[in-house]
Each structure stands twice: as C-alpha cells, then as structure tokens.
C-alpha cells in the first residue's frame, strides 16, 4: 500500500486541528517515509510564503508554524522527495482530457494524479470532490472514504 497525498491533504499533516488530527489518523496507515514530489514541495513553499508575506497576524503565525514542521518532518525523513518523470506525467495529464466528465479538476489536481500513478500509489488521499473523482476512475482508493 502506497499513499499519495494531493495539495489539498498535505498540508494538513502539517497543522494542528480536529481535521488534521483526522488527516494525520489515516496518513498513519502507511509506513514512512510519505514520498512526496517538486509539485507538492513547490505548492507547499508558495502557501507558506504567501501566509507569511500577505496573511494577517494569525496567518502569518500559522505560515511560522507550518513551515517549521514543514521542515523538521523532511529533516527527520517522515517526508522524502521523490520525483516522476515529469515528461510522462505530463503526457499522462493531456491524455486525460480525452476522459474527463464534469466537474473538471484543474490541471495541478491532474499532474498531481498523473504522479500519484507514476509512482504506483495504491491510495489517493485528497478533499477536492473532482480531483476524487476521476481519481476512482482511475482506480485508486480513496481516503477519507467519504468527504
């Protein structure tokens, strides 16, 4: 059993709330280290900068916070860098369109699917209900189950 985790999970493993608790509950299924790849790496390091640089004072705190655990999980190896081949991932995304039924996740929600295959994740851990759903037709399992 292998995870992958979209943009829209990761960063709650990374936050301390009943819903990341949640997140955290399921992720724990699966053994370490969660690989992860430049995609997530670049969406996580974006959202951290943007609540540290234009979020207000609670934002910023919380960009302090996630950062900060961002980096002591990698440090610790909980999170490892492994990259698909990004030209495949990308001829995986444009061959989707060929398949998609609305709603129509946005291109990044693909890529992330494309690398979710590439990297032969049995699960797909993510909150957004279009990204799940071509995610089923892909044939991966879903977690949560149930949004």
């Known amino acids: 059993m292998k995870p992958y985790f979209d943009f829209t999970f990761l960063p709650l493993l990374l936050m301390r709330s009943p819903q990341a608790r949640s997140a955290a509950t399921l992720a724990e299924r699966f053994s370490l280290p969660w690989t992860v790849n430049y995609l997530h790496v670049t969406q996580l390091e974006n959202l951290l900068v943007r609540l540290q640089l234009e979020g207000n004072e ?7 916070s996630i950062a900060a655990q961002w980096r002591a999980r990698l440090a610790e190896g909980i999170f490892a860098i492994e990259n698909p081949p990004w030209d495949d991932a990308w ?38 209900g279009p990204a799940r759903h071509f995610a089923r037709r892909l044939g991966f399992h879903l977690l949560p189950e149930k949004l």
């Not at 934002?59 to 302090?64: A, H, P």
């Not at 129509?104 to 699917?113: D, F």
Request: no cysteine; proline share 7%.
């Open 58 to 64: 609670s934002q910023k705190r919380v960009g302090t």
């Open 91 to 128: 001829r995986l995304v444009i061959g989707y369109h060929r398949d998609l039924v609305s709603p129509v996740p946005q291109p990044s929600h693909l890529l992330h699917l494309s690398a979710a295959r590439l990297a032969g994740a049995s699960h797909y851990l993510s909150l957004h």
